[in-house]
């Protein structure tokens, strides 16, 4: 099945830095979700974004819906050590199919 | 408001076997869709259920089924397992709009295939 882009695949990080990911397609979607899923559970909705352009925050979370649809980064502020995990982008095309299209994951450690 | 719960957590079976999982959404929700989840594949759309009826289906064998019931709770069924059926699966239940609709996870079912 197609996946997104996403980058980058991991990510060792020092507690308190900033992180960016970002996830690219080569088609359009009209929603565009960001989840963390921690080991032997199921993924957790962090962000939806439903416009092009529109820029979402969720506390020390910031998304973005690209402004070509076919895009989205997600930053992280001020990280600690409970944002470790695997983040996932996915995609949603245009109405009429509710499936989701998912990014290939970011795994993030935070060094404390 | 109690979450997505799927039944069981953890499955072993053997190549040939058969497996039904359960998955019961969130209150209200109507809409049910089965994901699965390996290390080589990711995650990838199995099949939705609406109101009893597959709406969506993804790009999988037919030995992968499922079906709703009129409470919205869906079982997906694989027939004649193989070790490559081993990984994580995931429903997600939504309330059955087509559009803009979010998703929320269960916490997976384990599926071992020896």
């Known amino acids: 099945g197609q996946q997104l882009n996403q980058s980058p695949q991991s990510m060792f990080i020092q507690e308190g830095e900033d992180v960016s990911m970002n996830c690219t397609s080569s088609?359009?979607?009209?929603?565009w979700l960001w989840y963390k899923q921690d080991p032997g559970e199921g993924p957790v909705l962090l962000i939806a974004?439903?416009?092009?352009?529109e820029l979402t925050s969720n506390g020390r979370l910031t998304a973005q819906f690209g402004i070509t649809r076919k895009d989205s980064f997600l930053n992280i502020s001020a990280s600690i050590p409970s944002d470790v995990g695997i983040y996932f982008c996915?995609?949603?095309?245009?109405?009429?199919?509710?499936?989701?299209?998912f990014g290939t994951g970011t795994r993030l450690t935070v060094i404390p | 408001k109690a979450g997505v719960t799927q039944t069981p957590r953890y499955l072993i079976k053997t190549r040939g076997q058969q497996v039904t999982l359960s998955c019961s959404p969130i209150?209200?929700?109507?809409?049910v869709s089965w994901y699965q989840q390996t290390p080589g594949q990711g995650l990838q759309f199995l099949f939705e259920?609406?109101?009893?009826?597959?709406?969506n289906k993804g790009n999988f064998p037919g030995r992968f089924s499922g079906r709703q019931f009129s409470n919205s709770r869906s079982e997906m069924n694989v027939s004649t397992l193989e070790l490559g059926d081993s990984a994580l699966y995931l429903c997600?239940?939504?309330?059955?709009?087509?559009?803009?609709?979010?998703?929320?996870f269960g916490p997976g079912t384990r599926l071992l295939v020896l």
């Open positions: 259920y609406f109101s009893e009826t597959q709406r």
């Open positions: 996915a995609g949603q095309r245009v109405s009429g199919a509710n499936n989701l299209f």
């Open positions: 997600a239940s939504s309330l059955g709009g087509l559009h803009q609709e979010t998703q929320y």
């Open positions: 209150s209200g929700h109507r809409s």
């Open positions: 974004l439903y416009k092009a352009g």
């Open positions: 088609s359009i979607f009209n929603t």
